[in-house]
């Protein structure tokens, strides 16, 4: 038996993923890791930081409502839970469809950069990361810097907030269409199903032997 479909909406339990949202959206205006006066260390934690809340919240967006909770969110994203880690945001988004093939190559690459520059004891540049110079993504803002490699960071990690900024607020809405729509959707659930008997139910008669 097919289970009636749960919306999903921004306000889950407790939990309002707009609370979350509308104060780091604000950055895109201003994102803090574009400035020319930070350092390389300063770009990568700045940068990846804010794309890793990105991801958390472009997941959260598509999560059921009868499931969720502030502390069901707390233990799938925290700790040990099974989207703490930067890598299974990425590839759980990449599945979901939730960013594309050129966002998670770059992400990848970040990601990389990331981790180098988070445990090595010594000052890194992102002049040493050839890798950089492979990333795709690009975004609209006006980004210039004397360093290659630095300047396709900045625009790549530019390009996939943008990505997963657009996204989010469209799973978001998508939410609430559905919520404030749950009539039309029943029944075109309705619809969907009867059709789906009517098929078996023919399948049914065509196989029936000949008396």
Not at 188 to 202: F, G, N, V
């Amino acid at each position: 038996m097919i289970d009636s479909p749960s919306s999903t909406n921004p306000s889950v339990s407790g939990y309002d993923i707009m609370v979350e949202f509308l104060p780091i959206a604000e950055m895109m205006d201003d994102l803090p890791f574009l400035s020319q006066d930070s350092r390389n260390t300063t770009i990568v934690v700045l940068a990846s930081g804010l794309i890793e809340k990105f991801l958390r919240m472009s997941l959260i967006s598509l999560f059921r409502t009868d499931v969720a909770s502030k502390t069901m969110i707390e233990n799938v994203f925290e700790g040990n839970g099974p989207l703490a880690t930067f890598s299974s945001k990425i590839e759980v988004c990449a599945g979901l469809g939730n960013i594309d093939a050129d966002a998670r190559h770059d992400l990848k690459i970040i990601k990389k950069v990331r981790n180098a520059f988070a445990h090595s004891p010594r000052q890194l540049h992102l002049k040493d990361f050839s890798a950089c110079l492979s990333l795709k993504l690009r975004c609209k803002l006006n980004i210039q810097d004397d360093c290659r490699e630095r300047e396709m960071f900045k625009h790549s990690c530019g390009g996939v907030v943008g990505k997963l900024s657009l996204g989010t607020l469209w799973s978001i809405a998508a939410g609430r269409v559905i919520s404030t729509n749950k009539d039309a959707v029943s029944k075109e659930y309705a619809s969907m199903i009867q059709s789906l008997r009517t098929d078996e139910a023919r399948k049914d008669e065509s196989a029936a032997p000949f008396e």
